[in-house]
């Protein structure tokens, strides 16, 4: 099973990026989806999940500037993030499990990580 995680960059504040995560090795129709980043220097921390039934939830900071979004026939999970601001620069990983929630101990399959590095 594996989660490939892509579309990270370097990109000035303000500007908009999509990360997606592919998925192989299994299906995760009926699996919570999620986003975590981590910063330099900072624990990992929760970034937005999308859930079987496609309701959605997000941490403070990115609500109203991130959109996750999954396609369970592309067996993937994006995010578009607008607006990014220098706080959002960090590496992000996609992560799957059956429990989802804020608690990364709830997710199962993480991918490799992406890096975001947003520049003023």
């Known amino acids: 099973v594996q ?3 892509s ?3 370097l990109v000035q504040a303000g ?3 999509s990360l997606s995560c592919a998925a192989s090795g299994r299906t995760f129709g009926n699996s919570v989806l999620a ?3 981590q910063a330099p220097g900072k624990e990992q ?3 937005a999940e999308v859930r079987t039934d496609g309701s ?3 941490t403070d900071s990115v609500k109203g500037r991130f959109t996750i979004s999954r396609d369970n026939a592309k067996n993937t999970v994006y995010l578009q993030m607008n607006n990014l601001n220098l706080e959002d620069t960090a590496v992000y990983y996609c992560a ?3 429990l989802g929630s804020t608690n990364r101990y709830n997710y199962v399959y993480w991918g ?6 947003v520049s003023s």
Not at 112 to 117: A, E
Request: hydrophobic share 35%; proline share 0%.
């Open 3 to 5: 989660l490939q995680a």
């Open 7 to 9: 579309g990270g960059g």
């Open 15 to 17: 500007a908009s990026l």
């Open 35 to 37: 986003w975590f980043r």
């Open 45 to 47: 921390e929760f970034v």
């Open 56 to 58: 959605t939830y997000y």
């Open 96 to 98: 799957a499990g059956s």
């Open 112 to 117: 490799q990580g992406t890096k975001v590095t």
